[in-house]
């Protein structure tokens, strides 16, 4: 892999598709000169792709980034997680909260990656500390590590090969099916829908092949989009269909570059309505993790349409983003489109109508959201 030509391919790439607000090209005239700069002393492949990320940082859209289809060597083979930001370690069949890291806070190393991924909304910042965890990059390069949970006691993590730890993951998914929804029951008259991730070009007919086995009548339907990170926009757009009686007509627009021009179109989502949706109270349940599709393009939509929102502001990833390959190693995802609201950027995330924030570990066993329907579903009927 040439260097300097995979730091010229990403500066063209940049060129001709980032969607640069005002002020933000001149500030990437100036970085992309040192990167080439930079490139020139990198020594190896790894320290020029780090070089490159970083000034792709620098264009503070956690959209646009480096994506590589190579492997690390070794991997830490352990599950963790931040719940309600707080960092867990999944072990021994339970969850141990994570205090210390090699003696050093969390919170501190938490505070640091903020620092680097400024503007970036926060779910995006514990993913990318959660990622160099468990592939042992930045601070964490080294034989093992020493975890310190809030017991005060102490675990040594040591990585694995990662072609085992491949072949491990294989074996455990063929003895598991893992659906993208999943659908419960709450009492007689409500039923919730958990929708995992819009990645699924199937989750429409997994949500209506599931309330088909339901027995007994219901009410009240709960969408629950928590944690969910997005995917497909038209599977997103498709299930709104499905559910609104009406055309929903966003208020906001869509924006790309067409030359210097800033080209706008209207977002409209067309009804398609299910027979299994009409009638029904819904709920939407968010949380701050819930982005991209499931917040603009599901929860707002439904918001829209006098649909009650629950939960916490959510992330705030809303821009579209295409990925286009630099070489057989390495690929560019970068924002083309934006969306517009009024003239102007959309900054925010989602606002619920009704703020619930659920401190618990296990929402399985105690889910504030929940409780929160069973105290006051007779009022969340809107109107």
Not at 129 to 138: A, G, N, S, T, Y
């Amino acid at each position: 892999m040439n260097k300097i030509n995979v730091v010229q391919e990403c500066i063209k790439l940049i060129d001709n598709n980032f969607f640069f607000k005002e002020g933000e090209r001149e500030t990437w005239d100036i970085n992309k000169k040192n990167l080439v700069r930079d490139a020139k002393l990198a020594e190896s492949k790894e320290e020029i792709l780090a070089i490159i990320d970083t000034y792709l940082i620098g264009l503070k859209d956690p959209h646009t980034r480096l994506l590589f289809r190579e492997r690390p060597s070794y991997i830490l083979p352990y599950n963790f997680i931040f719940i309600h930001k707080k960092l867990y370690l999944e072990c021994e069949e339970d969850l141990k909260k994570v205090i210390l890291i090699n003696q050093e806070s969390v919170q501190t190393i938490l505070n640091r990656y903020s620092e680097i991924y400024k503007s970036y909304p926060l779910v995006l910042v514990e993913n990318e500390l959660i990622k160099d965890i468990q592939f042992m990059k930045r601070s964490f390069i080294r034989n093992d590590l020493q975890i310190t949970y809030d017991t005060g006691h102490e675990k040594t993590l040591y990585p694995v090969d990662t072609e085992i730890w491949m072949k491990n993951l294989r074996n455990q998914a063929n003895d598991c099916q893992l659906n993208s929804v999943s659908i419960r029951r709450i009492d007689n008259d409500c039923i919730c829908i958990q929708i995992i991730t819009f990645r699924d070009k199937s989750v429409v007919s997994q949500i209506i092949g599931g309330l088909e086995q339901i027995q007994g009548r219901y009410n009240t339907i709960i969408f629950d989009v928590r944690n969910n990170m997005g995917g497909y926009i038209e599977v997103a757009k498709e299930l709104v269909s499905k559910i609104v009686d009406s055309k929903v007509q966003m208020n906001y627009e869509i924006a790309r570059m067409d030359g210097n021009l800033i080209k706008t179109m209207p977002v409209e989502i067309q009804k398609n309505t299910y027979d299994g949706f009409q009638n029904k109270q819904i709920i939407v349940f968010v949380n701050y993790r819930t982005m991209s599709s499931a917040e603009y393009i599901f929860a707002y939509a439904l918001q829209l349409k006098g649909i009650l929102v629950i939960g916490e502001e959510t992330a705030g990833l809303k821009d579209q983003a295409t990925i286009i390959p630099i070489n057989e190693e390495v690929s560019l995802q970068v924002t083309t489109k934006r969306y517009i609201q009024n003239g102007r950027f959309i900054q925010k995330g989602v606002i619920p109508d009704i703020f619930v924030k659920n401190e618990n570990i296990d929402v399985n066993i105690n889910d504030a959201y929940i409780e929160w329907y069973m105290k006051d579903k007779q009022r969340a009927v809107r109107g």
